[in-house]
């Protein structure tokens, strides 16, 4: 499993002042199971929809995506 780690910087503008909000995305492949996993915030797993055949959204107990995968990638 491949691991990448991107750093996701949002900056906006309200009067007089910037606000800087920062994300840490772990991007995982599986080779073996030719798979991405984005993970976007922590949490526990409560539940997950499948949006596609090939694409999973991870979700907690408050509903807060907590990650993507997708299948069959290649």
């Not at 991107?6 to 995305?25: H, T």
């Not at 080779?31 to 999973?56: H, P, Q, T, W």
């Amino acid at each position: 499993i491949q691991t990448f780690i991107f750093w996701l910087i949002e900056i906006y503008v309200i009067p007089d002042r910037a606000v800087f909000d920062i994300y840490m995305i772990n991007i995982s492949y599986d080779k073996e199971a030719d798979a991405y996993y984005i993970e976007l915030n922590e949490g526990e797993f409560y539940r997950n929809r499948v949006i596609e055949d090939r694409i999973i959204i991870d979700y907690d107990i408050d509903d807060n995506i907590l990650g993507i995968e997708i299948l069959d990638f290649k």
